[in-house]
């Protein structure tokens, strides 16, 4: 067995950047998201890049909330939501969303092909959004134990994102899960709650997390 190492965190750059290359294999995501470490190619044509940055983008359950207009969504919901039944084109779905002020995606080809291993293995998952049987929206993440990630998510139609973020936070709140890494604060997490928390702080919290529980068991319903 292969023993997957990166350079200390205090190494980082000032944009958070802790090493260049490698690969997406499963012992390597598992240890680079252990260590508080995670991939963010910055162009298909560059090598891999693995990022720690400091501050972390968190959104912790007990500080969770939602505005006015999103719980009158809410009353009259369009959509059906499931988990991890279309995970791979959740992800493309994520690669393919035009993004304000960026050019092309940071969701290569590569980083589609080990997160679908990942997710293969149980230690990535997805939140579908449907309007009756087309994908409107969705999420997709790393889950590792008690450990969750949100990694990216799209939209099609008009708050099915945010739905899909609401979705997971509530089961995961229902099995005793009370943090999303979120890597970066985005607006539609900062509406929910979401914030930065010092590196440190972060880093220092890995040490806390119940990382033998199974995928399965924290999506069943």
């Not at 940071?106 to 049987?133: C, R």
């Amino acid at each position: 067995m292969r023993r997957v190492v990166f350079p200390p965190i205090e190494e980082a750059t000032e944009d958070g950047l802790v090493a260049i290359g490698g690969d997406l294999e499963i012992d390597t995501l598992q240890t680079a998201y252990k260590q508080g470490i995670f991939p963010w190619p910055i162009s298909v044509e560059l090598p891999l890049a693995w990022f720690s940055p400091d501050p972390r983008g968190v959104l912790e359950f007990q500080e969770f909330h939602v505005s006015r207009s999103f719980e009158k969504f809410l009353k009259k919901n369009p959509y059906t939501v499931t988990f991890n039944q279309a995970f791979s084109e959740v992800i493309r779905a994520c690669a393919a969303i035009p993004r304000k002020g960026q050019r092309d995606t940071w969701i290569t080809p590569q980083i589609i092909k080990g997160y679908e291993k990942l997710f293969e293995f149980g230690e990535a998952y997805s939140v579908d959004v449907w309007q009756e049987d087309r994908l409107v929206g969705g999420l997709y993440g790393v889950v590792m134990g008690e450990f969750v990630s949100g990694e990216s998510m799209f939209m099609k139609e008009d708050n099915a994102s945010k739905l899909a973020l609401y979705s997971l936070i509530n089961i995961l709140s229902s099995k005793g899960i009370q943090r999303l890494d979120t890597q970066m604060v985005t607006p539609v997490v900062e509406q929910f709650g979401g914030k930065y928390i010092p590196r440190k702080q972060f880093i220092k919290s890995l040490k806390d997390v119940n990382w033998t529980r199974r995928r399965e068991e924290i999506f069943s319903i």
